[in-house]
């Protein structure tokens, strides 16, 4: 089998591209990724299959840090197609094309020709959804919404011109189903932690610790945690915030600076120390595909609160490796916060069995999951010219 991944400006895509090399299968890695970042950890991988157009990487970052062309210009928008022009002049032949939604659809209608196998994984809900909820949200915090609608024209292109959609959660899948993709045309595939990295390391203190890993947005959810601290009045209790803060919640996190300490941004490597010094990680998001942050808390052993939209549901067994609030309910997350608070005992045990359970999502499971699937549809495309009426979950979909 002959598979080409394009990843865009994805880093994790190593670990998929490293399990296709493990079976002899990766034709050829694109990104935009610096080459020399993405294969210091993967040297199994030979520079000489990896095409990396990283100045567009850079120029984006480099838009993104100034406020008026970041107003002005939609730097993943250009950065997206002037990407894909680069990689569908460079496509070889392939049995499967697999790209990261926003970065392929030239190439899934040049692979078409081909006669291969074109798939696109988004890593978040429907596009539509995502749209649509975001707007919400900014309206209910008075603050102007702008969702560049040639994004969502290319995503919803690329779902039409793919033969399959990779969604990466449960609540993803949902999603897709909603807004009118067919069962048939979506494979389930959730993503994988890795074990070796992120493991326990000696607590340093005895401080009763809330953690938040990620984008410090209204995507997600940010101020309904810090609603839910609001109500909770317990002692030594620290938040710690972990990424950048943006525009869009910079005034409230002024007016909560006193009840967070925040770390800013945090090299992957020194994450596993942050979640081992804490009791509990926090994900109150709106909408994500699957969140790498859960995984790699229970991997470090501690429980996780998560949303229903967060990929949670897939990973999290309800009071026993965390729990799984509705969105936008601080009540919830100040209730299940106050409990492991009040419930030591349990909260270590509910760690040991999150680490327990996070074993069965490494990434060698994962691409387990993604061979199986990807021999399944190359056997019904030539083995049966029809499309088959059931949706590839059965086989490949993430452990319940």
């Not at 199994?44 to 002005?72: D, K, T």
């Not at 969502?152 to 011109?161: F, I, N, Q």
């Not at 026993?320 to 609030?325: I, L, N, R, Y």
């Amino acid at each position: 089998m002959k598979v080409v991944l394009s990843i865009g400006c994805m880093r994790d895509g190593i670990y998929p591209a490293l399990q296709l090399a493990k079976r002899g299968w990766l034709q050829r890695l694109f990104t935009s990724y610096p080459k020399s970042l993405l294969l210091r950890p993967a040297p199994a991988i030979p520079p000489s299959q990896v095409e990396a157009y990283s100045p567009l990487a850079i120029a984006e970052r480099v838009i993104l840090r100034i406020p008026v062309l970041r107003r002005r210009v939609s730097s993943a928008y250009w950065h997206s197609l002037c990407y894909e022009y680069l990689v569908e002049r460079r496509l070889p032949e392939c049995d499967i094309f697999s790209a990261f939604s926003g970065f392929a659809k030239k190439c899934l209608l040049a692979v078409r020709k081909m006669g291969a196998l074109g798939l696109v994984e988004r890593g978040s809900s429907h596009i539509l959804f995502q749209r649509d909820i975001l707007a919400d949200e900014y309206a209910r915090s008075g603050i102007p919404f702008r969702f560049d609608p040639g994004v969502v024209d290319r995503e919803l292109s690329e779902y039409s011109a793919a033969d399959y959609v990779v969604v990466q959660s449960e609540f993803a899948y949902r999603t897709f189903v909603e807004h009118g993709v067919p069962q048939r045309k979506l494979i389930k595939l959730g993503l994988g932690v890795d074990t070796d990295l992120f493991q326990p390391q000696p607590r340093q203190d005895h401080r009763f610790r809330v953690l938040y890993v990620g984008g410090i947005s209204l995507r997600k959810g940010v101020k309904y945690l810090m609603r839910a601290m609001e109500q909770l009045n317990l002692p030594d209790c620290e938040l710690v915030l972990v990424g950048h803060i943006e525009d869009s919640v910079r005034e409230l996190m002024k007016k909560h600076a006193h009840r967070y300490r925040h770390e800013g941004f945090v090299r992957q490597s020194r994450l596993p120390w942050l979640y081992s010094q804490a009791d509990v990680l926090v994900l109150p998001t709106l909408e994500d595909g699957f969140a790498h942050v859960i995984p790699e808390a229970m991997a470090c052993g501690i429980p996780v609160i998560a949303t229903e939209h967060s990929g949670g549901p897939d990973l999290i067994r309800e009071g026993v490796d965390g729990f799984v609030v509705p969105i936008r309910d601080p009540r919830a997350i100040a209730e299940r916060i106050e409990w492991l608070f009040m419930h030591p005992q349990e909260k270590r045990l509910m760690g040991e069995t999150a680490r327990q359970r996070v074993r069965e999502f490494t990434w060698d499971k994962y691409g387990d999951r993604m061979a199986e699937a990807y021999q399944r549809i190359l056997t019904e495309k030539n083995g049966n010219s029809s499309r088959p009426t059931e949706p590839l979950t059965s086989a490949v979909s993430i452990l319940s």
